[in-house]
C-alpha cells in the first residue's frame, strides 16, 4: 500500500476522530463489537474493539489479504485504553532474510517465546490511557539476529479503545509531536487539575506562614520572659521588730 510513498516522519494508519477511521482496515467481529464511541475521560470519539474471545474479535490492516502495508518506518506507536480485560495485538514484519515474522504481544502471557516465524511476549498497561511504542528493529534484531525491513500487517484483537495507531521514524519527545498526535485531557478535566494544584499551592503557603508565625510569637515570649527575670527587684529583709525600751 505504502511501498510507493515516501516515509519520513510520521505516517498514520487509523485515527479515531477521522471521517472513515477504518477505511484501510477489515473487521471481523464474533460475540462483540468494534464502534466508534465517546470516551469519557477524554470526553472524545475512540474506537472500541470489545468481545468475548480475543482470537475472535480484530480489526486488521490492509483490508485485502493479499495486499501489505510496505511500511519502512521501524516504530509502531498505539495510543490504547486499558478496559482491564484481555488485550493483545499482532505485528507481521519482513526482514533482510527474506522471512516474515509475526510479532504478538497480550497482556495475559507472562514469558517471551521465540519460534522461527512468531515471537509472543507480554505486555503491561497502566490504567486508562497509554501509548505503547513499539520498536520493530530492536526486536526483530534481538529475537532472529536479522535486520528489519519494513512491516506487511497490524492486528489489533479486543479488547481496548484505540484513539490512533501511527508509524515513525523515530521516537519522538511530547513536545516534538504534532498536536494531532498527542492526547489531550478534556479543557474542563485540565482546569479541573489546575484548580486542585493552585489550591494545594495556597494551602502549603498558608502553613508556612502559620508555622512562620507561631515560632514567631514563640520567639517572642521567651525573650519577653527572659527580659522579666533581668529586671525583677531584689528581695528586701523582712523589718526588724520593734522592742520596747
Not at 472524545?44 to 490492516?61: A, F, P
Amino acid at each position: 500500500m505504502f511501498h510507493n510513498s515516501y516515509q519520513s516522519g510520521f505516517l498514520s494508519i487509523l485515527y479515531s476522530i477521522g471521517s472513515r477511521p477504518l477505511q484501510i482496515w477489515d473487521t471481523q467481529v464474533r460475540n462483540g463489537h468494534v464502534k466508534r464511541i465517546t470516551d469519557e475521560d477524554i470526553q472524545s470519539s475512540v474506537l472500541e474493539v470489545v468481545g468475548s474471545n480475543v482470537s475472535t474479535c480484530y480489526i486488521t490492516c490492509p483490508a485485502d489479504p493479499k495486499k501489505t502495508l510496505g511500511i519502512k518506518l521501524p516504530f509502531l506507536v498505539m495510543i490504547i485504553k486499558n478496559l482491564k480485560r484481555y488485550f493483545s495485538f499482532e505485528v507481521t514484519i519482513l526482514d533482510d532474510k527474506g522471512i516474515r515474522r509475526r510479532f504478538r504481544a497480550s497482556n495475559y502471557q507472562s514469558t517471551t517465546r521465540v519460534k522461527p516465524f512468531t515471537c509472543t511476549m507480554p505486555m503491561r498497561l497502566d490504567e486508562g490511557w497509554n501509548q505503547i511504542q513499539f520498536n520493530l528493529a530492536d526486536f526483530t534484531r534481538r529475537a532472529y539476529g536479522t535486520n528489519y525491513l519494513e512491516t506487511l500487517r497490524v492486528q489489533l484483537h479486543a479488547n481496548c479503545r484505540v484513539r490512533r495507531l501511527y508509524f515513525s521514524d523515530r521516537l519522538y519527545s511530547e513536545e516534538e509531536l504534532p498536536p494531532e498526535f498527542k492526547l489531550f485531557l478534556p479543557i474542563s478535566q485540565q482546569q479541573q487539575q489546575q484548580q486542585q494544584e493552585q489550591m494545594q499551592q495556597q494551602q502549603q503557603q498558608q502553613m508556612q506562614q502559620q508555622q512562620k508565625q507561631q515560632m514567631q510569637q514563640q520567639q517572642q515570649v521567651e525573650e519577653t520572659t527572659e527580659q522579666g527575670e533581668s529586671e525583677e527587684p531584689k528581695q528586701q529583709p523582712p523589718p526588724q521588730p520593734v522592742e520596747a525600751v
